[in-house]
């Protein structure tokens, strides 16, 4: 079975840094594009940033020039480094991916089971 497990998440002051990770496991033959979304209590779901294959990424406006994502490809990881972080970026961060199971030719979407973030004093 193929799966995405995030780590990384927990109480950080205004200011302050994170570092999430979401790694993939099972048969996986290869994986698209890997994004990060997150949702706040009461709030839509958001993306946050997504990188393609080819390292190319794109980011939501609230977070540009303070959040990178990046990916290892030897681990199937994706990361999220959030400097710079704000009272407004709690939520609960969730990564996604596009999966190409080994033996099949085609993609399908996963989701991880999430991790908390909180920014505050």
């Known amino acids: 079975q193929v799966q995405l497990v995030e780590s990384g998440g927990g109480l950080v002051q205004p200011g302050g840094s994170l570092r999430l990770s979401c790694a993939a496991s099972?048969?996986?033959?290869?994986?698209?594009?890997m994004r990060w979304y997150r949702q706040a209590p009461g709030k839509q779901r958001e993306l946050v940033a997504a990188i393609t294959s080819g390292d190319s990424t794109n980011y939501a406006d609230s977070v540009k020039g303070r959040f990178t994502i990046s990916r290892d490809n030897a681990k199937n990881t994706v990361y999220l480094q959030m400097n710079s972080l704000k009272p407004e970026d709690t939520a609960d961060y969730y990564c996604n991916a596009d999966i190409r199971r080994a033996g099949k030719g085609y993609f399908e979407q996963y989701w991880g089971q999430g991790t908390q973030v909180t920014v505050s004093s």
């Open positions: 099972g048969s996986i033959r290869s994986i698209n594009v």
